[in-house]
């Protein structure tokens, strides 16, 4: 399992650390206003709203991430987070989606 960050140098990689890193970084009880699934063609996207996201070193999140999380063998390999719903779409190889509001 790798974690890929919104900042080029946020990586995570084992899945004790990625397991390590969420329980130090993510509250107990995240309070979103909004959560988008997005099917592509094998990964997802997750978007979530949140006035409560901390902005990583260097990126604007502005109250919003897009998580791209790919599988193999019914287990995740690697989580990559973006700034940008369109970035991440494209990551998952699902260009073209209805925008978020």
């Known amino acids: 399992m790798v974690w890929y960050g919104a900042a080029p140098d946020l990586v995570c990689v084992g899945r004790e650390a990625v397991l390590e890193v969420l329980s130090e970084q993510v509250p107990m009880r995240l309070e979103a206003e909004a959560i988008e699934f997005v099917s592509a063609p094998p990964p997802f996207v997750m978007g979530t709203r949140s006035r409560h996201l901390p902005d990583p070193p260097d990126v604007r999140l502005a109250g919003q991430v897009y998580n791209v999380f790919e599988r ?16 991440a779409l494209r990551c998952a190889g699902a260009d073209g989606g209805a925008e978020w509001r």
């Open 72 to 87: 193999r063998d019914r287990r995740f390999v690697s989580i990559r987070d973006f700034a940008r719903r369109d970035d």
